[in-house]
């Protein structure tokens, strides 16, 4: 079974503050998605990581996917309460009859103003 | 253009009762999905459905069943209603069966009682 453990479950900080959100596994993904997701709707996809080591910045946030495609990491920088939200890694995997994404347990982000 | 579309939006079920969700997916995406989301469990894949054809399926009982129309609109229904399945029920599609992302609805509450 594919798991992905997310480290923090939950941090709260205030605004201007940096952090960084773990999104582990044991098994090797084809991708490896972020979400951001709001109260009430459905998650909102902000980028997608295919090779091993890649790093993508996407304004104040930056997402690394590890060297051997079983981990990946969120880092934001500056974070301001526009950041809150439930972030959610998954894993993509594909081939043959397996087409789809395992999601990450989760990390609760909530940034004070 | 517009985005995913999923009725109804909230739903109040009786147990042992049957129930049927909608999910029109953009235009253009053959690919539809869907995930069942709690607190306890996070977001798990129910079952991906491409040009009409259930290519994937989660890990549900077998109460839960869906199909794909030739516009590749898409149902999932679930029968004999248990309050476990108390859930956030989310659709997403995709252009590409998913690697590169996936566009999420705002999902249907529902709450069996």
């Known amino acids: 079974t594919q798991l992905l453990e997310q480290s923090p479950q939950f941090l709260s900080i205030q605004e201007g503050e940096n952090l960084t959100v773990y999104c582990n596994s044991s098994?090797?993904?084809?991708?490896l998605q972020w979400y951001r997701q709001e109260p009430g709707e459905g998650p909102v996809l902000l980028v997608t990581?295919?090779?091993?080591?890649e790093v993508k910045k996407l304004k104040r946030l930056t997402f690394q996917f590890g060297d051997a495609r079983k981990d990946s990491s969120l880092h934001i920088t500056a974070a301001q309460p526009g950041d809150t939200g439930l972030y959610l890694c998954?894993?993509?995997?594909?081939?043959?009859?397996?087409?789809?994404?395992?999601f990450g347990t989760g990390t609760l982000l909530a940034v004070q103003p | 253009k517009a985005g995913v579309t999923q009725t109804p939006r909230y739903l109040i079920k009786t147990r042992g009762q049957q129930v049927t969700l909608s999910c029109s997916p953009i235009?253009?995406?053959?690919?539809v999905s869907w995930y069942q989301q709690t607190p306890g469990q996070g977001l798990q894949f129910l079952f991906e459905?491409?040009?009409?054809?259930?290519?994937n399926k989660g890990n549900f009982p077998g109460r839960f069943s869906g199909r794909q129309f030739s516009n590749s609109r898409s149902e999932m229904n679930v029968s004999t209603l248990e309050l476990g399945d108390s859930a956030l029920y989310l659709c997403?599609?995709?252009?590409?069966?998913?690697?590169?992302?996936?566009?999420f609805g705002s999902g249907t509450r529902l709450t069996v009682v």
């Open positions: 997403a599609s995709s252009a590409d069966r998913g690697k590169y992302g996936y566009t």
């Open positions: 098994s090797v993904f084809s991708s």
């Open positions: 990581v295919v090779t091993g080591g």
């Open positions: 998954a894993g993509g995997a594909y081939g043959g009859a397996t087409n789809k994404l395992i």
């Open positions: 235009s253009g995406h053959r690919s």
């Open positions: 459905y491409f040009s009409e054809t259930q290519r």
